[in-house]
């Protein structure tokens, strides 16, 4: 069995690639650079690839979406991707966090091994 683990994507017509990802508005860093500090955290090897839009309700359907019912979330990615939606609460003051992608991923491996997951 493999020591490899993937890091799925959805992004629209990507061809693959990925520019930069935001995290908390802070962070820049890329798919690449969360797939790592993922992989660090889990001791595999996580590789970050994007998944077409074409694959889209497949994915979903693996994380458990009944086929036929990923609509939902496709249209959520659609929206967020456009930039139609941003998450937070309108009129609040952005505040940007310090967290790493890395120390996020550690505490959620603690709190889950502690059985507060």
């Known amino acids: 069995m493999s020591n490899s683990i993937p890091a799925r994507l959805l992004v629209p017509g990507s061809g693959g690639h990925l520019s930069k990802i935001s995290w908390r508005q802070v962070f820049m860093v890329s798919a690449d650079e ?22 889209w309700p497949a994915a979903f359907e693996q ?43 550690a505490a959620a491996q603690k709190a889950a091994a502690a059985g507060r997951m």
């Open 63 to 105: 994380l458990g979406i009944p086929k036929g019912q990923t609509g939902p979330a496709e249209a959520m990615f659609e929206a967020v991707n456009a930039g139609w939606m941003d998450l937070g609460v309108g009129g609040a003051e952005r505040v940007a966090g310090t967290t790493s992608p890395r120390d996020v991923f």
């Open 34 to 55: 969360v797939a790592a500090q993922l992989g660090e955290v889990l001791k595999l090897n996580v590789k970050a690839f994007a998944v077409p839009r074409a694959g």
